[in-house]
């Protein structure tokens, strides 16, 4: 195993962070989701999309010889269901023109659901999670990302009544 792709698996080693390795990972996604914001929506969008082949590549470093296929220090694929989740927040600052912390609400629910869908593996969530590759390691915190995202758009339409 490369030391750089346990770096990258690990979120720069917030996977070894106890309890809860993927809500720490989670938490860091925030501030990591703001400063990739800082380039727009697009460049967001975009290190999204990055994240999966780079998630591919350094899960199957690290699981390589291990016991596990999903090891819990493994959380990059928390930071990208993460951002999936928070795409609705930096689309939506930018057609309002608002400063993305302005958002403030869909932040918040944004981390809340995305912990939800993924903790319960509802659904689809826990039908890609049983798949012991490294695109259930990867997919899974994607639908439960697609789900939040789903969720804060949802809020957002409600609160804006």
């Given at each position: 195993?490369?030391?750089l792709a346990?770096?990258?698996a690990t979120i720069g080693y917030v996977g070894f962070l106890r309890p809860s390795p993927g809500t720490w990972a989670s938490l860091v996604a925030l501030p990591l989701g703001w400063l990739a914001m800082q380039g727009g929506p697009i460049l967001f969008t975009l290190l999204t999309i990055l994240l999966l082949p780079l998630g591919v590549w350094a899960t199957i470093d690290v699981t390589r010889g291990h016991p596990e296929h999903d090891p819990s220090e493994v959380v990059i694929d928390e930071v990208l269901g993460q951002w999936v989740?928070?795409?609705p927040v930096a689309w939506g600052a930018w057609a309002a023109g608002a400063p993305l912390l302005a958002?403030?609400?869909g932040w918040i629910a944004a981390f809340l659901l995305f912990r939800f869908f993924d903790i319960l593996?509802?659904?689809p969530v826990g039908w890609l999670d049983r798949r012991p590759d490294v695109w259930g390691v990867m997919l899974d915190?994607?639908?439960a990302g697609v789900l939040a995202a789903l969720g804060v758009v949802g809020l957002a339409g409600?609160?804006?009544l």
């Open positions: 195993m490369s030391g346990r770096a990258v989740a928070l795409m958002l403030w609400p593996k509802v659904g915190d994607v639908v409600l609160a804006h």
